[in-house]
């Protein structure tokens, strides 16, 4: 019977060394070799899941198709595996405390004592060794923090122990680690990789494999060194350098032989990795005809992180469409009418974003008037939508002070509201809302039918009528006022099976408008554009007027 083999990566120094992108592009190398791979990440915050985190703190919340508000690193491994995830990839401290304390309340230890060890670490383990109930070749299993850090403990120790669980022949450990280049010493140091190696062994996790993040890759003779002092062989000695983009990264670790020395040490089938898309796909972002420029006017702008998925289904469209994408961050809070002009001005098209709260809202509305006017190509996607139905509700259909409920409970004309019932996909039955006490309440969340109407900018996209995208959000259009926004001529082209939920708007006198009341970003991955991006970017670049003499010009440069 097949055994599933797990690999459990570390990070040690400091953090945001690229886990996940390691993880990530692991996996992508092991899939090419015909395995199936499927990655989970244990994040040590005691937050329940990133729900209701700071987007400034914490990056993106990546929602997957059974509604589960997950780790924006989920989205890396979505994106290189082509996989759906769910809810088992990932946990945290505070998930795994939750059932730990439901267990004890519910009397499943009879009346002992609950203590981290074994309880804790068992409920860990629990949740890891839960991949391999659907006889995956390969489960890869990212510890989040940094190796020293109070946190992660309970998680490490948790690895350590299934290592003696499971034998050395199913489990495998790589530790990245920060291997600093000194310019004025004209070197590489090893002395960080040393102490972060002697604090993971002092917890009873040797390594493996090393991993080394570096701007330039380390040498033979440094490899040499980290092997000697690191005690490990002088061929699981890797670098992890910086790339142009991220989708290299598994180009570099196959040059490097990383996914060989993986499979030798876990024993896998010898299999050569076929990387055919993948060098099309690198061969596509660093060649092509001309560039357009997007905005992305939102209200997280000061961390990049907050529209990861974003970024990457723009330039995702960017490559089915042979252009390159740059992408302008406006804070919303900028946008004013004296300023709307000039902050938007040279931009190929503008996409508004998601996002919770007042803050920010009228400079996104502004944003939208501004694109519906100039017939600049515009994407709105959940609020992006709200804020495109409030636009034209004010200033198309003639509806004065309109607004969301959201935002302003005693508007005259609440075109976007809270349902107070609706029907729940995953639960397949009616869901009543609680409008006194809506923040932190029910929201749609995951994947969710739309039915698609025939002769618009989303059939054309997506060639079909009936699709499933993913949704984060808990207001809606409003019903009452969908005839005269239709009458005005604001087009509904996207709605749930049963009519009663608006999911695609759109403008017909209009190059490219459409707003989205789901998030097409969770869907797209490289080599599989979303059709909206696609076609989002096609305009874009059909206004900026790349084209194939733009190309020729710049090839000659």
Same mark, same amino acid.
């Given at each position: 019977?097949?055994?599933?083999?797990?690999?459990?990566?570390?990070?040690?120094?400091?953090?945001?060394?690229?886990?996940?992108?390691?993880?990530?592009?692991?996996?992508?190398?092991?899939?090419?070799?015909?395995?199936?791979?499927?990655?989970?990440?244990?994040?040590?915050?005691?937050?329940?899941?990133?729900?209701?985190?700071? &987007? !400034? #703190? /914490?990056?993106?919340?990546?929602?997957?198709?059974? %509604?589960?508000?997950? +780790?924006?690193? @989920?989205?890396?491994? $979505?994106?290189?595996?082509?996989?759906?995830?769910?809810?088992?990839?990932?946990?945290?401290?505070?998930?795994?405390?939750?059932?730990?304390?439901?267990?004890?309340?519910?009397?499943?230890?009879?009346?002992?004592?609950?203590?981290?060890?074994?309880?804790?670490?068992?409920?860990?383990?629990?949740?890891?060794?839960?991949?391999?109930?659907?006889?995956?070749?390969?489960?890869?299993?990212?510890?989040?923090?940094?190796?020293?850090?109070?946190?992660?403990?309970?998680?490490?120790?948790?690895?350590?122990?299934?290592?003696?669980?499971?034998?050395?022949?199913?489990?495998?450990?790589?530790?990245?680690?920060?291997?600093?280049?000194?310019?004025?010493?004209?070197?590489?140091?090893?002395? &960080? !990789? #040393? /102490?972060?190696?002697?604090?993971?062994?002092?917890? %009873?996790?040797?390594? +493996?494999?090393? @991993?080394?993040?570096? $701007?330039?890759?380390?040498?033979?003779?440094?490899?040499?060194?980290?092997?000697?002092?690191?005690?490990?062989?002088?061929?699981?000695?890797?670098?992890?350098?910086?790339?142009?983009?991220?989708?290299?990264?598994?180009?570099?670790?196959?040059?490097?032989?990383?996914?060989?020395?993986?499979?030798?040490?876990?024993?896998?089938?010898?299999?050569?990795?076929?990387?055919?898309?993948?060098?099309?796909?690198?061969?596509?972002?660093?060649?092509?005809?001309?560039?357009?420029?997007?905005?992305?006017?939102?209200?997280?702008?000061?961390?990049?992180?907050?529209?990861?998925?974003?970024?990457?289904?723009?330039?995702?469209?960017?490559?089915?469409?042979?252009?390159?994408?740059?992408?302008?961050?406006?804070?919303?809070?900028?946008?004013?009418?004296?300023?709307?002009?000039?902050?938007?001005?040279?931009?190929?098209?503008?996409?508004?974003?998601?996002?919770?709260?007042?803050?920010?809202?009228?400079?996104?509305?502004?944003?939208?008037?501004?694109?519906?006017?100039?017939?600049?190509?515009?994407?709105?996607?959940?609020?992006?939508?709200?804020?495109?139905?409030?636009?034209?509700?004010?200033?198309?259909?003639?509806?004065?002070?309109?607004?969301?409920?959201?935002?302003?409970?005693?508007?005259?004309?609440?075109?976007?509201?809270?349902?107070?019932?609706?029907?729940?996909?995953?639960?397949?039955?009616?869901?009543?809302?609680?409008?006194?006490?809506?923040?932190?309440?029910?929201?749609?969340?995951?994947?969710?039918?739309?039915?698609?109407?025939?002769?618009?900018?989303?059939?054309?996209?997506?060639?079909?009528?009936?699709?499933?995208?993913?949704?984060?959000?808990?207001?809606?259009?409003?019903?009452?006022?969908?005839?005269?926004?239709?009458?005005?001529?604001?087009?509904?082209?996207?709605?749930?099976?049963?009519?009663?939920?608006?999911?695609?708007?759109?403008?017909?006198?209009?190059?490219?408008?459409?707003?989205?009341?789901?998030?097409?970003?969770?869907?797209?991955?490289?080599?599989?554009?979303?059709?909206?991006?696609?076609?989002?970017?096609?305009?874009?670049?059909?206004?900026?007027?790349?084209?194939?003499?733009?190309?020729?010009?710049?090839?000659?440069?």
């Amino acid at each position: 019977m097949r055994q599933t083999k797990f690999i459990f990566i570390t990070g040690g120094v400091l953090s945001s060394l690229g886990k996940g992108m390691a993880a990530a592009s692991i996996g992508a190398l092991l899939k090419a070799r015909g395995l199936s791979v499927t990655i989970q990440k244990l994040d040590p915050y005691i937050n329940v899941d990133p729900g209701t985190m700071n &987007p !400034t #703190q /914490h990056g993106e919340v990546f929602v997957t198709d059974d %509604g589960a508000e997950t +780790d924006l690193d @989920l989205g890396h491994y $979505e994106r290189y595996l082509g996989t759906p995830l769910s809810q088992r990839n990932n946990y945290t401290t505070g998930s795994i405390y939750h059932s730990v304390i439901t267990k004890e309340r519910r009397g499943d230890y009879l009346g002992g004592t609950v203590q981290v060890i074994p309880h804790i670490t068992d409920e860990i383990k629990l949740a890891i060794c839960s991949l391999a109930e659907n006889k995956t070749d390969v489960a890869i299993i990212e510890i989040g923090g940094t190796v020293g850090d109070i946190e992660s403990q309970p998680f490490l120790e948790a690895i350590r122990q299934l290592r003696g669980d499971l034998g050395r022949d199913r489990c495998l450990f790589i530790h990245l680690t920060l291997v600093p280049y000194l310019v004025k010493a004209g070197e590489h140091k090893t002395k &960080p !990789t #040393q /102490h972060s190696v002697k604090e993971l062994r002092s917890i %009873g996790i040797h390594p +493996d494999i090393i @991993l080394c993040r570096c $701007e330039t890759p380390v040498t033979q003779d440094l490899k040499r060194k980290i092997a000697l002092f690191c005690d490990v062989d002088e061929d699981a000695v890797f670098s992890s350098v910086d790339v142009e983009h991220v989708y290299m990264l598994p180009l570099e670790f196959y040059d490097e032989g990383l996914d060989q020395k993986v499979a030798i040490m876990l024993r896998l089938p010898a299999r050569n990795a076929d990387l055919t898309h993948w060098k099309r796909l690198v061969h596509d972002l660093t060649n092509h005809e001309g560039s357009v420029t997007i905005g992305i006017v939102g209200k997280y702008v000061e961390l990049k992180e907050a529209y990861k998925s974003l970024h990457e289904a723009l330039v995702h469209g960017g490559v089915a469409n042979r252009v390159q994408v740059n992408l302008k961050y406006v804070n919303s809070e900028d946008v004013a009418p004296e300023t709307v002009s000039d902050i938007l001005s040279g931009l190929d098209g503008i996409l508004v974003p998601g996002g919770f709260g007042e803050r920010g809202v009228e400079g996104k509305i502004l944003t939208v008037r501004h694109a519906r006017e100039k017939k600049i190509p515009f994407f709105g996607i959940c609020l992006g939508l709200q804020c495109a139905v409030i636009e034209f509700a004010r200033n198309v259909a003639g509806l004065e002070g309109a607004n969301s409920e959201e935002f302003a409970p005693e508007a005259a004309h609440k075109v976007i509201y809270l349902m107070t019932e609706w029907f729940d996909h995953h639960k397949n039955e009616k869901v009543t809302r609680n409008k006194d006490s809506n923040k932190g309440g029910t929201m749609r969340l995951g994947a969710y039918p739309c039915s698609i109407r025939e002769k618009s900018l989303a059939f054309q996209a997506y060639g079909k009528k009936m699709v499933s995208e993913r949704h984060r959000h808990r207001y809606e259009v409003n019903n009452q006022y969908r005839e005269q926004l239709a009458q005005a001529g604001l087009t509904f082209s996207g709605l749930s099976p049963d009519g009663e939920l608006v999911e695609i708007i759109e403008l017909a006198d209009h190059p490219w408008f459409l707003g989205c009341q789901f998030h097409p970003e969770f869907r797209s991955n490289p080599m599989n554009p979303h059709p909206l991006f696609r076609d989002f970017i096609a305009v874009a670049k059909k206004r900026r007027g790349v084209g194939a003499s733009e190309g020729k010009e710049k090839s000659k440069g």
